[in-house]
DNA sequence: TTTAGGG
DNA sequence: CCCTAAA
């Protein structure tokens, strides 16, 4: 499992090293970096060494942090690390937020075995305010304000992980669980958790604990404090750079597992600090879910994993698996002329009780057996991003690129048969060719990246893949991702400026960081808001009732996008499909005239 | 390529 | 969201 994260969270020095660094090293850095936390978003090629992020996933990122809207309460002694994440109104602040996130690093890394993945980035504060969009302090994911520099020193993921590669283990001060007795160890996980564990693995408990303590980004962590003397971490020098440390460990299963219980813990810290602030919508809700949820099931989910591994990660394993066994090979095909498949083994593979659906093609007479597992490129120009995952990733690189090459050469107007199919995705680096691969890609490496994130993300959030059977046998990829408000916000704003209609410009002006939103995008949810807007107004609020599917839309926002509806001349979408426009009632300044 | 609409 | 016809 090559695209394992990790976060670097060891001791302060180091940190404000890489700071250092990242400063240095980037040009195209602004000055708007005032107190920034930073990050490097860094992934690990398929050789093991570590490539920067791209654009795309840096903006993912960003996106992250804007995404979560409303939420400013302060914690006193974190504003100093605070996260601010603005959702600026006004669209000229976009292109600045990116170049912050622009930096990037180099990074050595030994990754003879554990895979780690260093993230980083800037969140550099922007001068601007959106009240609603403050969002400082809160996303405990992205944005975690621990201002626990001793943290750092004595909890680092290295100590949590007994395999502990030798870059980390120098570590001062560390925390040394190995002399505790399992009794306790119970007790201090007592005392982190706040409940009891059967476990009786001691490196277990002590991982457990370390995570515990490390990985929690939230204020909570730096007046953390074990009682009985065996762990005492207090910092609140409030000065620190928040560091998400979490801990992930080369096997695949080990993975998944850790960052799912990462994320329990996550959440179970999070109960304990009443200071965490409303936790609210968290990217995707998911963390809110999962937090709920984890919370209930916090037993199970600590004692072993008790959730499902997500969709995603089966897929991924599955192509591993199929890969082994398969041994596979680039399958790209042309338009016209279908490449030859070297896709052999048609086994369908199965994972945790899940089939993974595979499918038969028929290309120019040969059965061409693919999992499905298509990335829709949202822009169909995109290349899709050729992904190999072998044991043995020496050569892995190469072949990547040949594999590409190939593919782009044998061109990518296929609209239908030009996909690449079941290829183990993995960054290959043609950031402009791949932006938007690279862009979903990020979510998906979200999965292992962001313990918090993994569990969740897939079941509860608004990054759903569904694959649809198509006429023809395909399959195609439907990729769909909830609008948040800040995202309709900028929408709205953006026809204001620009006026219905104009949504390349406002793409390209408003949107310009959100590389999975097109304009076609921005056409249709303008379109289902003028819906909400208009059905919100008239109708005998009997609606209520219905579960909000979506995302609730503020009242003012549709009526402002009422207004801007009657600027630009719009109305009803005419035909209101199902929902019978009662109205008539409609109030008297609406002016276009309904019948009916 | 971008828009507008239908599905 | 996706797909297409039009522009």
New binding site residues.
């Given amino acids: 499992m090559e695209t394992v994260v990790e976060v670097e969270g060891s001791d302060e020095e180091k940190f404000k090293d890489s700071l250092i660094n990242n400063f240095i090293c980037n040009t195209s850095l602004p000055k708007q970096v005032e107190d920034p936390v930073v990050y490097k978003l860094v992934r690990v090629e398929g050789d093991g060494r570590l490539v920067p992020a791209t654009d795309d996933e840096i903006i993912e990122v960003t996106d992250l942090l804007k995404d979560e809207t409303i939420n400013v309460d302060i914690v006193p002694n974190s504003e100093r690390n605070m996260c601010i994440s603005i959702e600026e109104s006004s669209n000229e602040a976009a292109p600045l937020e990116n170049q912050g996130f622009l930096q990037r690093q180099q990074d050595k890394a030994d990754t003879g075995k554990l895979n780690v993945m260093v993230q980083e980035s800037t969140f550099p504060l922007v001068g601007d305010s959106d009240a609603i969009n403050i969002n400082r302090d809160s996303d405990p994911g992205e944005c975690s304000n621990s201002p626990s520099p001793k943290m750092g020193n004595a909890l680092s993921p290295t100590t949590v992980c007994g395999n502990s590669k030798p870059d980390f283990s120098k570590l001062k001060g560390e925390i040394c669980l190995d002399n505790l007795s399992i009794r306790e160890l119970h007790e201090t996980f007592k005392a982190t958790f706040g409940r009891d564990t059967s476990v009786k693995d001691k490196s277990w408990l002590k991982r457990r604990i370390m995570m515990g303590l490390t990985n929690s980004c939230d204020v909570s962590m730096s007046n953390f404090t074990i009682k009985d003397g065996k762990v005492l971490v207090t910092g609140n020098e409030g000065n620190s750079k928040e560091v998400y440390a979490h801990a992930i460990f080369s096997d695949p299963l080990n993975v998944f597992d850790e960052t799912k219980e990462s994320s329990a813990i996550y959440s179970t810290s999070h109960q304990e600090d009443s200071q965490v602030v409303s936790l609210k919508r968290l990217r995707s809700h998911d963390l809110v879910d999962s937090y709920r949820s984890d919370s209930l099931n916090q037993e199970e989910l600590t004692a072993k994993r008790v959730r499902k591994p997500t969709r995603r990660y089966i897929e991924e394993l599955s192509e591993v698996e199929s890969q082994g066994r398969g041994r596979l090979t680039s399958s790209c095909q042309g338009s016209g002329q279908p490449s030859p498949q070297l896709y052999t083994t048609a086994k369908a593979v199965h994972s945790d009780s899940r089939t993974f659906v595979t499918r038969l093609d028929s290309l120019a007479g040969i059965k061409v057996p693919c999992v499905s597992r298509l990335r829709?490129s949202?822009p169909?120009?995109d290349v899709m991003s050729l992904m190999f995952h072998h044991s043995s990733m020496g050569a892995v690189t190469g072949i990547v690129k040949k594999a590409l090459h190939s593919y782009q050469s044998v061109g990518e107007s296929g609209?239908n048969y030009g996909r690449i199919m079941s290829i183990h995705k993995q960054h290959v680096e043609e950031p402009e060719k791949l932006r938007h691969c690279e862009a979903t890609d990020k979510i998906e490496h979200d999965q292992y990246m962001n313990g918090r994130d993994s569990g969740s993300s897939e079941d509860v959030c608004n990054d759903k893949v569904v694959t649809v059977p198509?006429a023809m046998g395909r399959i195609?990829?439907?990729?769909?991702?909830?609008?948040t408000l800040s995202e309709v916000m900028k929408l709205v704003d953006g026809v204001s400026r620009y006026g219905?209609?104009?949504?390349?410009?406002i793409?390209?002006l408003a949107f310009a960081s959100y590389s999975?939103?097109?304009?076609?995008?921005l056409?249709?949810?303008w379109?289902?808001l003028l819906k909400a807007a208009n059905f919100a107004s008239a109708p005998t609020d009997v609606m209520n009732s219905r579960k909000h599917a979506t995302t609730p839309i503020p009242a003012p926002i549709l009526s402002r996008v009422r207004e801007l509806a009657e600027i630009n001349g719009q109305s009803l979408?005419?035909?209101l499909s199902s929902v019978k426009v009662g109205l008539n009632g409609r109030s008297a300044n609406r002016s276009a005239p309904r019948y009916l």
């Fill in positions: 829709r949202r169909r120009k609209s198509t195609r990829r439907k990729h769909h991702r909830a609008w219905a209609g104009r949504w390349s410009e793409k390209r999975y939103r097109t304009s076609v995008d056409k249709d949810k379109r289902n979408p005419s035909n």
